[in-house]
């Protein structure tokens, strides 16, 4: 961009920063108004290409060569920003077998109505990770390397955390059913035959929203 004096005034009409120099030197001032700082020009030119597209005229005519200025285009539409889901579920999956795990990460990250905030592998860590998450829902095995989900379920209960718990076990018997229903779960399901139903088991126990 190297415009005259007249080149100038003709873009300051139309709202666009100009600078206009002569030939030679820049440290040389070649007539009133012309002499500009290397660092002006630079600031110049990254305005002027912020402001073209919105500032130049789009038609040309033969008998004006440029239309009247306009503002910078806007652009309607109805379509809205995607927001945070708040009505999902947070669940905790406890579970010691990984591929286990993994199936239900994935069940979970099918359905836009669950959000999976943590994981553990034992007793001790999800007693940790249940009160670090504070989540809403719990996939609970039975079997864990240094305990039994049972303790979970003691303690979820002690502590008095309202949460929706499914137990998971390869031995649902009845005893064991009875037991965990005992100390609040909504489900105990065959992990080898009804994970898919676990989705079905907390949306179904989830609470509805409050009428008044």
């Given at each position: 961009?190297r415009?005259?004096?007249?080149?100038?005034?003709?873009?300051?009409a139309?709202?666009?920063?100009?600078?206009?120099?002569?030939?030679?030197?820049?440290?040389?001032?070649?007539?009133?108004?012309?002499?500009?700082?290397?660092?002006?020009?630079?600031?110049?030119?990254?305005?002027?290409?912020?402001?073209?597209?919105?500032?130049?005229?789009?038609?040309?005519?033969?008998?004006?060569?440029?239309?009247?200025?306009h503002?910078?285009?806007?652009?309607?539409?109805?379509?809205?920003?995607?927001?945070?889901n708040?009505?999902?579920?947070?669940?905790?999956?406890?579970?010691?077998?990984?591929?286990?795990?993994?199936?239900?990460?994935?069940?979970?990250?099918?359905?836009?109505?669950?959000?999976?905030?943590?994981?553990?592998?034992?007793?001790?860590?999800?007693?940790?990770?249940?009160?670090?998450?504070?989540?809403e829902?719990?996939?609970?095995?039975?079997s864990?390397?240094?305990?039994?989900?049972?303790?979970?379920?003691?303690?979820?209960?002690?502590?008095?955390?309202?949460?929706?718990v499914?137990?998971?076990?390869?031995?649902?018997?009845?005893?064991?059913?009875?037991?965990?229903?005992?100390?609040?779960?909504?489900?105990?399901?065959?992990?080898?035959?009804?994970?898919a139903?676990?989705?079905?088991?907390?949306?179904?126990?989830?609470p509805?929203?409050?009428?008044?």
């Amino acid at each position: 961009m190297r415009p005259g004096l007249l080149e100038t005034r003709f873009y300051a009409a139309y709202g666009i920063p100009a600078f206009a120099y002569g030939p030679g030197l820049l440290t040389v001032s070649h007539g009133p108004n012309e002499f500009v700082p290397i660092p002006n020009i630079a600031q110049c030119v990254a305005i002027y290409a912020l402001t073209a597209v919105g500032r130049l005229p789009t038609k040309v005519s033969a008998v004006r060569p440029f239309s009247e200025p306009h503002g910078s285009p806007k652009v309607k539409s109805s379509a809205k920003l995607p927001q945070e889901n708040k009505s999902q579920m947070k669940v905790f999956i406890v579970e010691d077998a990984p591929q286990t795990r993994q199936e239900l990460v994935e069940l979970f990250a099918a359905e836009k109505s669950f959000e999976v905030v943590g994981q553990a592998g034992s007793v001790h860590e999800a007693l940790t990770g249940i009160e670090a998450t504070g989540p809403e829902a719990v996939t609970l095995d039975i079997s864990l390397p240094d305990g039994s989900g049972i303790e979970v379920l003691k303690h979820i209960r002690k502590r008095g955390w309202d949460l929706c718990v499914v137990v998971l076990t390869g031995n649902p018997y009845e005893g064991l059913r009875a037991k965990c229903q005992q100390l609040g779960a909504v489900a105990v399901l065959d992990k080898f035959n009804g994970l898919a139903q676990t989705v079905r088991a907390l949306l179904d126990a989830r609470p509805g929203p409050e009428t008044t």
